[in-house]
Nanobody, 118 residues
Framework: QVQLVESGGGLVQGGGSLRLSCTAS????????VAWHRQVSGKEREWVAT???????RYTPSVEGRFTISRNNAEKSVHLQMSSLKPEDTAVYYC????????????WGQGTQVTVSS
């Protein structure tokens, strides 16, 4: 059974930091691209950052320079270090694992709430 479990969310004051983790089980994690997305209630889900199986990273412009995505394949985990947090970063953050092989496979976690107070 494949599982992605996010953790590390919470309430933080504006300007503060949080570190989200996404831990996988049931998949060959090292070959998966992993992305973080976020969603505010009533709005569409927004892509935040991606780390490829080789370690390449991309960020949405609004978090560039403030967020850092990293992975630890031995621990089957991906982390999102979030700094200089703003109230507009408040959302439920979701982890997505994608395998772009012959048969595309995609898995999602259940989400973790991040709330940034002003």
């Amino acid at each position: 059974q494949v599982q992605l479990v996010e953790s590390g969310g919470g309430l933080v004051q504006g300007g503060g930091s949080l570190r989200l983790s996404c831990t996988a089980s049931g998949i060959a994690f090292s070959i998966y691209t992993v992305a973080w997305h976020r969603q505010v209630s009533g709005k569409e889900r927004e892509w935040v950052a991606t780390i490829g199986s080789g370690g390449s990273t991309r960020y949405t412009p609004s978090v560039e320079g403030r967020f850092t995505i990293s992975r630890n394949n031995a621990e089957k985990s991906v982390h999102l270090q979030m700094s200089s947090l703003k109230p507009e970063d408040t959302a439920v953050y979701y982890c997505q694992a994608i395998n772009y092989g012959l048969a595309r496979r995609e898995y999602w976690g259940q989400g973790t709430q991040v709330t940034v107070s002003s």
